[in-house]
């Protein structure tokens, strides 16, 4: 039995970082370990199904799925907190860690597959830990292999032709929120990382390491850059801020990405799901998006909702959530 957690996966998984990331905060005793050819047996042994990442546990048990591992460990490891003391900041926290991980995923997946430089450098570096080492001819196939299969699900996530565009001028428009908002804090909500932090920033630090999201992020927005290279070992700057200071800068990025963006197509997601439709369309203010329903985002619908159904004094939280618009959804 090992007296450390284990947590395999991969830097290309926005969810692998975004769990080392917070061992790493929580000053959590762990070893990374690259899911790869020379792993797979172990990692098979406690993976229950094949995703990353993994955590194992001292006592040899498995977690999986990143929110879920994240509040197992908080409850076992409560210090140093990563909820912000202020109530509407504390589950602005949690819905920006449900909008990372949903639709800060389209982001991330839609730069890496969708231009041919992009598909070439990730492909090339997930197959470099796939391929037997030093024999060439089969990274090549290897990585041809990821990127035919990876384009295929761009669809998947929401990106084609037709919502590729409303994506990277999302990103774009994100980026430029967030520049703003980490102008004056080195954290989301302050000086120290909180949900949110580590739900956006898986995402968009993987998009960094692509061609494409490297280029924006580093021509554009440095503050977020900074971020970006510190959350990948946060430490502690300050206290967590109140709501009132965050919100001049922070609640238009919750209004116009979560509000205006998420909420509806989580809506419309849902109700295909229960209509048992194979494709949806829901008008967005960046305008007409389609794809195939998300069956997996269902459940973690669900999770954000009861979040927001145990929130016990909700006077302050409604009307911020009101004017967000993204209250009719979490009550639904």
Request: proline share 7%; glycine share 6%.
């Amino acid at each position: 039995m090992s007296a450390d957690y284990r947590i395999y996966g991969v830097e290309l998984s926005p969810y692998s970082v975004k769990v080392r990331s917070y061992f790493r905060y929580k000053r959590i005793p762990h070893r990374w370990i690259v899911r790869n050819v020379d792993t797979m047996a172990d990692y098979q042994k406690y993976a229950k199904i094949p995703i990353i990442p993994l955590v194992v546990t001292p006592d040899e048990q498995g977690l999986q799925d990143s929110t879920p591992i994240l509040e197992q460990i908080d409850t076992a490891f409560p210090e140093p907190s990563t909820q912000p003391e202020d109530a509407v900041a504390a589950f602005v926290s949690l819905l920006l860690e449900e909008f990372g991980d949903e639709w800060g995923n389209k982001w991330m997946f839609h730069l890496r597959w969708a231009r041919e430089e992009d598909r070439l450098s990730a492909a090339g570096r997930i197959a470099a830990t796939m391929a037997p080492k030093g024999n060439e001819e089969a990274r090549l196939a290897v990585r041809a292999q990821i990127i035919e299969r990876m384009t295929g699900r761009t669809w998947f996530v929401g990106s084609n032709e037709q919502t590729g565009p409303q994506i990277e001028a999302g990103f774009r428009d994100a980026l430029e929120q967030l520049e703003a908002h980490l102008a004056t804090r080195p954290y989301l909500f302050g000086g120290r990382p909180a949900w949110g932090d580590f739900g956006l920033w898986g995402q968009i630090y993987n998009a960094w390491t692509d061609p494409t999201g490297a280029a924006w992020l580093e021509c554009t927005a440095p503050n977020v850059l900074d971020w970006i290279h510190r959350m990948t070992n946060p430490t502690d700057e300050g206290p967590f801020e109140a709501w009132d200071t965050l919100a001049p800068t922070l609640a238009p990025f919750l209004k116009d990405q979560v509000g205006a963006l998420f909420c509806p197509w989580t809506d419309a997601n849902a109700a295909a799901i229960a209509a048992g439709e194979e494709e949806f369309t829901v008008e967005l203010p960046s305008g007409t998006w389609t794809q195939k329903p998300q069956k997996y985002h269902a459940k973690s619908l669900a999770a954000i909702r009861a979040k927001y159904a145990a929130v016990a004094e909700k006077s302050e939280l409604d009307p911020v959530l009101e004017a967000a618009g993204c209250l009719a959804t979490l009550r639904a």
